[in-house]
């Protein structure tokens, strides 16, 4: 019997009543044996820390009924957003992955595939006005949107606006797709009240975005006001933590990000990943008198250089990233293994039945596995607690190399063994 095996790339920072949605339309109209999420770790796509851990949120996603919970590699996590999509897709083709669901402002798949095919009828001349925007100093996804808007203005058909943050990055997924000849049909779901880059949200609405949610929590505020916006699991999670550890945010690492610039010489900072045009120069001239990490980020972005970009780069290099590291995996496009983080008791039975036909290491616990991607992987992660945790590990997290993935039993509803 064919199987549908339904994938969703995620962040889940945090998990929302926008991502139940979307859930629990996939489930409506595909009605999915399976579904998998292929989830950012502990750093994510725009170059910010999670705000709270991957094992919390992969605990979140198995709650909400995601069957299988696998990490995206950070080199591809904290990636522009053509490696972000690459990376995820990767994996998803890997775990057999039929279908690829994602959320989009434009809500129909059609306009993606004729967006797709007018790009790739005129790849020349979108090529030459993509590299005269850049060379202008444009920054990268303005002179993508510049390339694409000259080409659609001249054609028929229906296209997907490629400045809205959920359109484009489902163009790059389907683009992904194509380029690896993989078979996995795309779904696209249109994104419920809350836009994307909205960073405030009604009090009576149910769905808030992850961007407001982050904001509010990271304003000092009460997570109460956010009760009717989570489902419980979450809301609890979140409170917990508030109350607890605090929640995690830049400010807080930045202090470190300030350490590392000022004890480091621009011939130093010029071998980390995406450190591009000199720019190590501009960091170091405004690092002296930054006393915030906000504050830094506004007195060093430029035309060219978009606030995300520079979130990136200040994660490379507080992580030590270096080009030697990063740059021909993230081109490659191809995750060389699969980081489990949890699982249903379906997904369990499912990655028993098809773990003899990876072409790829499927990794439970990393102390037996070495590869120069996963060694970033750690390092990230230990960072991550080590400065979340205030010096401390976070309460009730063994380390990172000896986690156990986590368990659930959805009958039940509960957490097994010690990963859970």
């Known amino acids: 019997m064919h199987m549908h095996i339904a994938g969703i790339i995620a962040e889940y920072n945090p998990f929302h009543n926008g991502h139940l949605y979307q859930l629990n339309t996939l489930r409506q109209t595909l009605r999915p044996d399976l579904i998998l999420s292929v989830m950012s770790g502990d750093f994510l796509q725009r170059g910010e820390p999670a705000l709270v851990s991957k094992w919390e949120r992969t605990r979140m996603a198995l709650q909400a009924g995601i069957d299988l919970v696998i990490e995206l590699p950070y080199v591809f996590a904290v990636g522009k957003a053509d490696v972000f999509a690459r990376g995820a897709v990767s994996i998803l083709d890997r775990l057999g992955a039929t279908h690829l669901a994602f959320g989009s402002e434009i809500g129909r798949i059609e306009p993606f595939f004729q967006t797709l095919s007018l790009i790739e009828n005129n790849k020349a001349r979108y090529d030459q006005t993509l590299k005269e925007a850049l060379h202008e100093g444009i920054s990268y996804p303005n002179a993508h949107a510049a390339a694409y808007r000259l080409l659609s203005s001249a054609a028929a058909g229906e296209f997907v606006d490629l400045t809205q943050p959920?359109?484009?990055?489902?163009?790059?997924?389907?683009?992904?797709?194509?380029?690896?000849?993989?078979?996995?049909?795309?779904?696209?779901?249109?994104?419920?009240?809350?836009?994307?880059?909205?960073?405030?949200?009604?009090?009576?609405?149910?769905?808030?975005?992850?961007?407001?949610?982050?904001?509010?929590?990271?304003?000092?505020r009460s997570p109460a006001n956010l009760q009717n916006k989570l489902p419980p699991y979450v809301y609890s999670s979140l409170e917990r933590r508030n109350r607890f550890g605090g929640l995690t945010e830049w400010e807080t690492f930045f202090p470190f990000l300030k350490y590392k610039l000022l004890s480091s010489t621009a011939e130093q900072l010029s071998l980390i990943y995406e450190m591009e045009e000199g720019i190590e120069h501009r960091l170091l001239s405004r690092i002296g008198s930054a006393d915030s990490f906000n504050g830094f980020i506004a007195a060093v972005k430029t035309k060219r250089y978009t606030w995300a970009r520079l979130q990136r780069l200040s994660v490379h290099v507080l992580t030590n990233t270096l080009k030697s590291e990063a740059r021909q995996p993230a081109a490659a496009g191809e995750v060389p293994y699969l980081r489990l983080l949890g699982m249903s008791r379906k997904g369990q039975n499912y990655l028993a039945a098809i773990r003899k036909d990876l072409q790829v290491p499927l990794i439970a616990k990393i102390r037996k596995h070495r590869d120069p991607l996963l060694d970033l992987d750690i390092r990230a992660a230990k960072l991550y607690d080590f400065l979340s945790g205030n010096g401390q590990p976070p309460l009730s997290y063994s380390s990172e190399t000896s986690h156990a993935p986590i368990r659930y039993d959805e009958k039940n509803g509960r957490f097994i063994g010690a990963g859970g």
Do not use: V
Request: no cysteine.
């Open 166 to 220: 959920n359109n484009s990055l489902g163009f790059h997924y389907i683009e992904a797709i194509h380029d690896r000849k993989s078979s996995m049909i795309p779904l696209t779901i249109r994104r419920q009240e809350s836009g994307h880059s909205d960073r405030t949200f009604a009090n009576d609405a149910p769905i808030a975005s992850a961007r407001s949610i982050r904001s509010y929590l990271l304003g000092g």
